[in-house]
């Protein structure tokens, strides 16, 4: 089971940009490089829903919420995501989590413990 660590959450104000980052632990290079990584959020009371995702060969894929405004990229020599996410909208407060999808056994998901990210004047 591989462990996952994020970081970057807090709080902004509307139009603002937060970067949020995710790093695997436990893990060597070979194990990060067979997993689509990916941005799942969370609002209270709602389902949890993708934001992006990455795959060990770069192809990104987004919500239509947050295309153009957000972009995710991945360093695997550094087992490490980010999410960066410009013209921050309220209704983009929520729990963000980090996820690790294994290519090999798509029904392996690993999550992050999570970050609060809250937009808001």
């Known amino acids: 089971q591989v462990q996952l660590v994020e970081s970057g959450g807090g709080l902004v104000q509307p139009g603002g940009s937060l970067r949020l980052s995710c790093v695997m632990s436990?893990?060597?290079?070979?194990?990060?490089?067979?997993?689509?990584m990916g941005w799942y959020r969370q609002a209270p009371g709602q389902e949890r829903e993708l934001v992006a995702t990455?795959?060990?060969?770069?192809?990104?894929n987004y919500a239509d919420s947050v295309k153009g405004r957000f972009t995710i990229s991945r360093d695997n020599s550094r087992k490490t995501i980010w999410l960066q996410m410009n013209a921050l909208k309220p209704e983009d407060t929520a729990t963000y989590y980090c996820?690790?999808?294994?290519?090999?056994?798509?029904?392996?998901?690993?999550w992050g413990q999570g970050t609060q990210v809250t937009v808001s004047s």
């Open positions: 990455i795959t060990s060969a770069r192809n990104p």
């Open positions: 996820n690790a999808q294994s290519d090999r056994n798509p029904s392996n998901m690993n």
């Open positions: 436990r893990a060597i290079l070979s194990v990060f490089n067979g997993y689509t």
